[in-house]
């Protein structure tokens, strides 16, 4: 049995383990997820950021938190809450993100498990904010900020993309308690 932070009606959010890597190696590397990214990411990657996301659980209790689907105790993919400090008027700060496997789109586990995060960010870890960003491309995205109160804050060239010109306008939204 996984231990879970926290959950939802149907979900789990959790630290990562090292049966998770391989999973989302897969998810991470298929082109369809990674659409409105430069690239799908390498294994290395990967586990790098995975790595990233367990030392910043045991330092901030929380991350980019890995998701279970509850009924089958399947591993989805990743929602959760990142502190960012890339260069911009709204960092350092905490994020919210996502990136599940593409059979569990549409279903609404992103909205789900986004308002999940929002009351763990608010009401346990007291956080004052929390921002998202995306390309201007992505509606999916869009759509869940929009869903769960977020409002957009500004546009902007995000740091980590300058060179990729298809990504050059990103958005900014934001949500208080």
């Given at each position: 049995?996984?231990?879970?932070?926290?959950?939802?009606?149907?979900?789990?959010?959790?630290?990562?383990?090292?049966?998770?890597?391989?999973?989302?190696?897969?998810?991470?590397?298929?082109?369809?997820?990674?659409?409105?990214?430069?690239?799908?990411?390498?294994?290395?990657?990967?586990?790098?950021?995975?790595?990233?996301?367990?030392?910043?659980?045991?330092e901030r209790q929380h991350c980019y938190f890995?998701?279970?689907?509850?009924?089958?105790?399947?591993?989805?993919?990743f929602i959760g809450l990142c502190y960012q400090?890339?260069?911009?008027?709204?960092?350092?700060?905490?994020?919210?993100?996502?990136?599940?496997?593409?059979?569990?789109?549409?279903?609404?586990?992103?909205?789900?498990?986004?308002?999940?995060?929002?009351?763990?960010?608010?009401?346990?870890?007291?956080?004052?904010?929390?921002?998202?960003?995306?390309?201007?491309?992505?509606?999916?995205?869009?759509?869940?900020?929009?869903?769960?109160?977020?409002?957009?804050?500004?546009?902007?060239?995000?740091?980590?993309?300058?060179?990729?010109?298809?990504?050059?306008?990103?958005?900014?939204?934001?949500?208080?308690?």
């Amino acid at each position: 049995m996984k231990k879970y932070g926290f959950t939802s009606d149907r979900l789990g959010f959790r630290n990562w383990i090292d049966t998770d890597i391989p999973q989302m190696i897969r998810i991470s590397a298929d082109p369809d997820v990674m659409e409105y990214f430069p690239a799908p990411a390498t294994p290395e990657e990967t586990t790098i950021f995975i790595r990233k996301m367990q030392s910043m659980y045991d330092e901030r209790q929380h991350c980019y938190f890995a998701v279970d689907r509850l009924e089958d105790d399947q591993f989805i993919g990743f929602i959760g809450l990142c502190y960012q400090t890339y260069e911009s008027s709204f960092t350092p700060g905490v994020d919210i993100g996502w990136r599940l496997h593409k059979d569990c789109w549409g279903q609404g586990y992103a909205t789900e498990g986004a308002r999940a995060n929002l009351e763990y960010a608010f009401n346990t870890l007291g956080l004052a904010s929390v921002f998202a960003t995306t390309v201007e491309q992505n509606l999916p995205s869009i759509n869940v900020m929009k869903k769960i109160g977020m409002r957009k804050k500004l546009e902007f060239v995000h740091p980590k993309l300058i060179g990729h010109p298809r990504f050059l306008n990103c958005l900014c939204y934001e949500i208080s308690p």
